[in-house]
């Protein structure tokens, strides 16, 4: 039996786990119908043409999680922004970890997706966002909404700034063999709130995990989202993380994707602007080797007058990793005033890595600005003889130069805790040792 | 100290340096002038090691050492250093880490371990003091938007802080004003010993009534056409490159 068929007959059983008379039940129903029709997509899809997901479905992958596995703070601890107060939401394989979480409804709910579909005081919440601009025709979103079950339900009231991070982390252990993981999140932020949230995926020993994850992000008038996500798994490890934003007039959400370990990521990033001065940012560093593969596929729809996106990825490739980058940009007719910038800059640190980045522009207004520029080069060389000749050896000093190339990405972080922490993460990544000033 | 003996050298296939010798001995100032193209910058970058030159033909020591199995790296290990005719920009790498990077990597080769953070401090500090460097200037990223004059400030900070045996000063006068040109000057003369030798390569009088060089050779087409002492830079000066150009063809 393949992946789906395995799937689509499972889900009687997993009905037997949930709710019937949830709202959202007939949703799960019509998605897996969805999901049946289109199924996996394949490279013969011109949005998978450079991503191949054939070797991961192979994977005899267990669907949803049979027990729980315990850890313990000390040994996990590391995987945590731990330096700064946060709220927490807690995954092990799928499952909730009360005793790791540090969740509120004090002004702000922080909470779980399990329990804002099942209890009535989230149901006007539910039905106004749930799963309203998650993609119908993506079959691995359907694939998702059909499976829901858990994951991270984050609403900012109006006005309210939530004082401190949330950091949503996902454990996954090998307990259970190959793992397919489907968590679903909601993010609703009201007018005149602000929110700052950290994304982590952390397989804990070797094996075959597949997450296949879908967030809506729902910026009201004049919200603040910055949204972190780190993707530092291990060997083993694969993630599609399908992303859905939704703003409204005067809203700013950003989002850093830091993608520098797992077999497969595919990060499916999506902004629909639904207001005016509305700005938008994704940014990116990814930082890979041997055989890993890193796709960013990202849109942005702007369909109201003068609002802003800003996007910059910045690769780098060694040995015969894989990067894609895949940025559409479009523009309403009447979305006039629009400043659109996008940049893809890769460096190729070795002759078989190799990177596709294409930028796909579609502008119906004659009023934009709109600019563009994918480069993809080596290391420069007077600028490696000159380190060199100061005694900087050949390997640090291309590790100190990609660093370079990569750091001003951080530029635009905002929480000083996880700047330092990408910032360490790229220069053991690249093998240079820097000081905290750097 | 350096010795450079029959020295070959082309790029990309042309020919550039074309027999070129030179002895330079500890405690010495040489000055190599030459007009533009005659190939300065190219033997310079040759002693230092960039790969884009490729040795034809002679050989290069220090101390007796042959360098020519040396990458530039080692070469700085060994106390060589050049200062830069056009430093190189390197957005996103501050100065003071370049400079603490650099002076932890050449102990690293020599087995000693990481200077402590606190000599590394004061060190900074008294050579960026002797140069007239301002500390906001250090954490800003190395060269990048620089004034031509603040990139060869920059260089000679980073040569004090390394204390090679051989420098080499790719014209370090030019981009730098009257005042800034005393200070580097200074600098230099401060740092010099009878242990170590600096190579001025320039093209103006200026600089070397202040850096003082016991001989001046001349480089054209690739070769050092005439030697003196400090009277031929002199006489340079009033009458130019053409009865240079002349006697050698
Ligand atoms: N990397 C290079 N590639 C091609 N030609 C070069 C390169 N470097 C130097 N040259 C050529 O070699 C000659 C000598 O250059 P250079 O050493 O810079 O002279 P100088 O420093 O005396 O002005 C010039 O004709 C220059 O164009
Ligand atoms: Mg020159």
Known sequence: ?438 | MLTVKNLYASVEGKEILRGINLQVNPGEVHAIMGPNGSGKSTLSAVIAGNEDYLVEKGEITLNGEDLSEDDAEQRAHKGVFLSFQYPVEIPGVTVTNFIKTAINASRKAKGLEDMPAKDMLKNIREKAALLEIDSKFLSRSLNEGFSGGEKKRNEIFQMAMLEPKLAILDETDSGLDIDALKIVAHGVNKLKSKDNAVIVITHYQRLLDHIVPDFVHVLHNGRIVKSGTKELAHELEAKGYDWIKQLAD
């Open chain 1, 1 to 438: 039996m393949d992946l789906k068929e395995k799937l689509i007959s499972s889900f009687m059983a997993f009905e037997e786990q949930l709710d019937l008379s949830s709202p959202i039940h007939e949703m799960r129903t019509s998605s897996l119908k969805q999901f049946e029709k289109l199924g996996f997509p394949t490279k013969k899809h011109e949005a998978w043409k450079y991503t191949s997901l054939a070797k991961l479905l192979k994977n005899d992958y267990s669907i949803f999680p049979k027990k729980e596995t315990v850890i313990e703070l000390k040994d996990v601890k590391k995987y945590f922004l731990y330096d700064i107060d946060t709220y927490k939401i807690v995954f092990i394989d799928g499952i909730y970890s009360p005793f790791l979480s540090d969740t509120t409804h004090d002004g702000i709910d922080v909470c779980l997706m399990s329990s804002a579909l099942s209890k009535d005081k989230y149901k006007a919440t539910i039905d106004k966002h749930f799963n309203t601009i998650a993609n119908q025709n993506d079959s691995l979103t359907a694939l998702n909404t059909s499976f829901t079950k858990e994951g991270a339900y984050i609403h900012i009231f109006k006005s309210v700034v939530a004082e401190k991070p949330i950091q949503i982390i996902h454990f996954s252990t090998s307990d259970q063999g190959p793992m397919l993981l489907q968590p679903r999140n909601l993010i609703v932020v009201e007018e005149n709130a602000q929110v700052q949230i950290f994304e982590r995926h952390q397989s804990l020993n070797q094996h075959q995990v597949l997450t296949n994850s879908v967030t809506e992000i729902f910026a009201s008038e004049n919200a603040l989202v910055d949204y972190y996500k780190v993707q530092n798994d291990l060997d083993d490890a694969s993630i599609i993380d399908n992303t859905y934003v939704a703003q409204k007039a005067k809203s700013h959400v950003s989002v850093h994707t830091f993608s520098f370990g797992g077999q497969l990521i595919r990060n499916n990033l999506n902004f629909f602007q639904k207001g005016e001065y509305i700005d938008s940012t994704m940014k990116g560093i990814t930082i890979i080797g041997e055989k890993q593969h890193v796709d960013h596929y990202t849109l942005v729809e702007h369909a109201q007058p003068n609002c802003e996106s800003h996007q910059d990825y910045k690769g780098i490739y060694a040995d015969k990793s894989v990067g894609v980058f895949n940025g559409k940009i479009y523009v309403n007719q009447i979305a006039q005033k629009t400043n659109a910038f996008q940049k893809n800059n890769n460096i190729l640190l070795d002759d078989t890595a190799t990177i596709n980045t294409k930028p796909q522009l579609e502008i119906f207004a004659d009023d934009v600005k709109c600019s563009h520029g994918c480069t993809i080069g080596q290391l420069d060389k007077d600028a490696m003889f000159y380190l060199r000749s100061r005694g900087i050896p050949k390997k640090e000093a291309k590790g100190l130069l990609t660093y370079a190339f990569a750091n001003n990405v951080l530029e635009s972080v905002k929480i000083p805790a996880i700047k330092s922490r990408i910032n360490k993460l790229i220069a053991n990544k690249l093998g240079v040792s820097i000081g905290h000033d750097l």
